[in-house]
């Protein structure tokens, strides 16, 4: 596949990700009306942005492949590294909340959510990673037994419709469960 093309990918990919990096910026300048953890999770967000967005113009301004491999590894390495950090952070920033509201009492806690967060994450991992393992067979079958093109390209996005669907639904639930009630 010609560099050309995969920085235009690259491009395409980068503008339809301002649904992430433009929050991101928002809590960045709101500076410390923003929880620590959650600066730095944005901070992640940004660098893992803008390194594909200059991975896309590296694709499109250099004829070999080795400097935007470098930057794209160099970028993936800085916005891991800024992710572990905020995971850090924000455990010890729940230990805290869960100490002060200890101190006060029989006042009930708010219910934390985060590992409900964590499975609609696996879930769509699971389901992006068999997309790509049904489009990767797909595609075997159609170039040894001429399979229908259409059901190739079909076959993945039901994979990832049906895990979208289980994330929603295992959403509601929790939201509809009792415990989940708010008073």
């Given at each position: 596949m010609p560099q050309r093309v995969l920085a235009l990918g690259a491009a395409t990919v980068t503008a339809a990700g301002c649904v992430w990096y433009l929050p991101a910026l928002a809590d960045l300048r709101a500076g410390a009306d923003r929880p620590p953890a959650r600066r730095r999770a944005a901070a992640a967000c940004l660098s893992g942005w803008a390194t594909t967005g200059v991975v896309a113009v590296l694709l499109f301004a250099c004829e070999e492949w080795w400097t935007p491999s470098g930057v794209a590894v160099a970028g993936a390495a800085v916005t891991v590294g800024l992710r572990a950090q905020a995971a850090v952070q924000r455990r010890r920033e729940m230990r805290q909340a869960a100490r002060d509201w200890a101190a006060l009492g029989?006042?009930?806690?708010?219910?934390?959510?985060?590992?409900?967060?964590?499975?609609?994450?696996?879930?769509?991992?699971?389901?992006?990673?068999?997309?790509?393992?049904?489009?990767?067979?797909?595609?075997?079958?159609?170039?040894?037994?001429?399979?229908?093109?259409?059901?190739?390209?079909?076959?993945?996005?039901?994979?990832?419709?049906?895990?979208?669907?289980?994330?929603?639904?295992?959403?509601?639930?929790?939201?509809?469960h009792p415990s989940g009630r708010r008073p």
């Open positions: 029989n006042v009930r806690r708010p219910r934390d959510t985060g590992g409900a967060r964590y499975v609609v994450a696996v879930l769509l991992g699971i389901g992006l990673a068999a997309a790509v393992a049904a489009a990767a067979l797909g595609a075997v079958a159609e170039r040894e037994r001429g399979v229908d093109w259409w059901a190739v390209t079909a076959v993945p996005s039901a994979v990832v419709a049906l895990f979208l669907i289980l994330a929603v639904l295992y959403g509601r639930a929790l939201r509809h």
